[in-house]
């Protein structure tokens, strides 16, 4: 099971713009440079970000993004609705199967999505920000969740 590119490029983008603590925006070839992607992807992925409340675009010579509110109060989860609307694991439990009454795996992915659910609901950004920046002081940094 893997989580889509545009999603954990979008946590780690959040996370980047989350790391200028407010001092300035973030710009779109800057974040690219850092993060290693597309600067036309970022683009998109922050339109996306935007629409969701989770940054905020600036126009002109020092424009750029910053995030739309407190890190403290942006989860994974947050991040993942803003890009495709954070869905099931499987679409019987949106309501999509015919089986949905007599599958006995149902259950299996009720707890499956319920684990992962708690997981992004329970990690902010500004956590994220925080391992960031100490990854950075030691040396090392990955986004890779």
């Not at 954990?8 to 200028?20: E, L, N, P, S």
């Not at 739309?68 to 499987?90: C, E, F, Q, S």
């Not at 259950?107 to 684990?115: G, K, L, Q």
């Amino acid at each position: 099971m893997r989580l889509p590119t545009k999603q954990r490029y979008a946590v780690r983008i959040a996370t980047y713009i989350g790391c200028q603590n407010g001092t300035r925006p973030a710009r779109k070839k800057e974040i690219a440079a850092a993060e290693d992607i597309p600067a036309d992807y970022i683009e998109q992925i922050c339109v996306r970000l935007k629409a969701g409340g989770i940054v905020e675009s600036h126009r002109g010579k020092n424009g750029g993004f910053s995030l739309a509110r407190d890190a403290a109060k942006i989860t994974v989860a947050d991040v993942m609705r803003a890009m495709d609307g954070r869905g099931a694991l499987v679409p019987c439990l949106e309501g999509d199967c015919k089986r949905t009454t007599i599958c006995a795996t149902k259950h299996v992915w009720e707890r499956a999505d319920a684990a992962l659910n708690k997981v992004l609901e329970g990690v902010t950004i500004a956590e994220l920000v925080n391992e960031s920046k100490r990854l950075t002081d030691s040396g090392t940094v990955s986004f890779d969740i």
